[in-house]
């Protein structure tokens, strides 16, 4: 039996690189995926970690914007760890949509040094 989640995608990216997620989250909403958003689904106030721990859970795919910046995120990495535990986790029943780690790779050039 497989799972079924409330999310298709989980985009994971730095502060910096929203406008880049705003246009991936509305590229994949007019293709008709249901995507995790933080910015959609959080509200001030909400005990943040939880419940971005939880759409991790409930996310078919992750999709991580990875970027200079995101490559320096804590929580970027975490939400990668995260997923992964995930993708360790052997399927014993039957045919199954395996999740998957997506990287967009955003900058093209290295950092500076």
Same mark, same amino acid.
């Given at each position: 039996?497989?799972?079924?989640?409330?999310?298709?995608?989980?985009?994971?990216?730095?502060?910096?690189?929203?406008? !880049?997620?705003? #246009? %991936?989250?509305?590229? +994949?909403? /007019?293709?008709?995926?249901? @995507?995790?958003?933080?910015?959609?689904?959080?509200?001030?106030?909400?005990? !943040?970690?939880? #419940? %971005?721990?939880?759409? +991790?859970? /409930?996310?078919?795919?992750? @999709?991580?914007?990875?970027?200079?910046?995101?490559?320096?995120?804590?929580?970027?990495?975490?939400?990668?760890?995260?997923?992964?535990?995930?993708?360790?986790?052997? @399927?014993?029943?039957?045919?199954?949509?395996?999740?998957?780690?997506?990287?967009?790779?955003?900058?093209?050039?290295?950092?500076?040094?």
């Amino acid at each position: 039996m497989s799972e079924v989640y409330t999310y298709d995608l989980f985009i994971s990216y730095k502060s910096q690189d929203r406008a !880049w997620a705003q #246009k %991936l989250r509305d590229d +994949l909403h /007019q293709r008709g995926f249901r @995507v995790f958003f933080d910015q959609d689904r959080l509200l001030a106030g909400d005990k !943040w970690e939880p #419940k %971005l721990v939880e759409a +991790l859970k /409930q996310s078919r795919h992750l @999709v991580v914007l990875w970027s200079n910046s995101a490559e320096q995120s804590e929580w970027v990495r975490k939400e990668i760890a995260r997923f992964e535990i995930r993708l360790e986790t052997p @399927v014993t029943d039957g045919p199954v949509d395996l999740p998957k780690l997506i990287f967009l790779l955003l900058d093209t050039e290295p950092p500076a040094a």
